[in-house]
């Protein structure tokens, strides 16, 4: 899970260097470093908790942290989207960051859709509001994440990154 932390944090500074909006940009890296904070933090009492058997306080801190990953992966992934609807800039040829345009563009082609059919389809009330019943909600990062089907050839059994894993080569 630590190092699944460690993609995400690769994926928002990423996106955070072709984000054209500044704001978005600081935001997204600061969720980054954020995330790459407990992330380390995960790693490290993981690795105490392996050392030092099962006990009840560890098990609660290790938990802990990774709640606290999970929120700050969401606050990345939020980031990032408010970056890509802002606009990102050109990726450069390194397949890493063609990969995860990519990845961000097909998202943005998702919620473009889903707001056309939401728009031919209106459900909307007298005064133009959308009605919240039977409304499909909008696509995110995270529901694009989780469709991602597992590869687990890329999927290293230590916790460091191999030479050549890619950002998304792993899903969450």
């Known amino acids: 899970i630590a190092s699944d932390g460690q993609v995400v944090v690769k994926f928002g500074n990423i996106l955070a260097k072709h984000c054209l909006d ?11 470093e954020h ?13 105490v908790k392996a050392v ?15 709640q606290n990953l999970l929120r700050a992966v969401q606050h990345v992934l939020r980031a990032a989207e ?6 990102l800039g050109q ?7 063609e990969e995860v345009a990519a990845f961000c563009q097909q998202w943005r082609k998702n919620l473009t859709q889903h707001r056309a059919k939401e728009a031919l389809n209106s459900d909307r009330d007298e005064l ?8 499909k909600a909008e696509p995110t990062l995270m529901s694009l994440v989780q469709e991602q089907p ?8 230590h916790p460091n990154p191999r030479k050549g894993h890619t950002v998304m080569d792993r899903h969450l």
């Open 52 to 66: 030092t058997g099962e006990s009840k306080a560890s098990s609660e801190l290790l938990v802990s942290n990774v």
């Open 128 to 135: 133009g509001l959308r009605k919240t019943r039977g409304a």
């Open 82 to 87: 408010a970056a890509c609807v802002k606009g």
């Open 150 to 157: 597992p590869r687990s050839r890329n999927i290293p059994k």
């Open 35 to 47: 995330t790459q904070s407990i992330s380390s933090q995960l790693g490290i009492v993981a690795r």
């Open 91 to 97: 990726p450069s040829a390194d397949p890493e960051e």
């Open 22 to 32: 500044q704001r978005c940009s600081t935001e997204l890296l600061r969720a980054a």
